[in-house]
């Protein structure tokens, strides 16, 4: 007789569904990251943004303190905080830029003198 049993279809059908249970788990995984990549690429683009619109005015002075990108991205928010540093002529301004709630949050850093 030629031709294959029950037991060795069994089996090739065994190894085919871990492979393709494990394709889909690696694909889903990767998708995932693919999508937090891409909302972190915005948020650094937003605040960069945001932060060359303080390049021409004094930042202790600014009017608004925190804001939404709105209206192209209205889920993301940000928020700007001001400190002395040791050096007197220097200021250091935190911008914070969340998405998702609370959970995703992502802070530039950077000193302008005063």
């Given at each position: 007789m030629k031709g294959f049993t029950l037991l060795e279809i069994m089996i090739a059908l065994a190894i085919m569904a871990g492979v393709v249970l494990t394709v889909i788990t690696s694909f889903n995984y990767h998708l995932s990251v693919v999508a937090r990549d891409k909302e972190e690429t915005i948020a650094v683009l937003l605040a960069r943004e945001k932060m060359d619109e303080w390049e021409d005015i004094d930042i202790n002075n600014?009017?608004?303190?925190?804001?939404?990108?709105?209206?192209?991205?209205?889920?993301?928010?940000?928020?700007?905080?001001?400190?002395?540093?040791?050096?007197?002529?220097?200021?250091?301004?935190?911008?914070?830029?969340?998405?998702?709630?609370?959970?995703?949050k992502l802070s530039l850093v950077e000193y302008i003198a005063k």
């Open positions: 600014l009017q608004e303190k925190k804001g939404t990108f709105a209206p192209d991205h209205p889920e993301m928010t940000w928020q700007v905080d001001t400190s002395p540093t040791d050096l007197p002529v220097l200021n250091k301004v935190v911008l914070t830029v969340g998405w998702g709630g609370d959970k995703n």
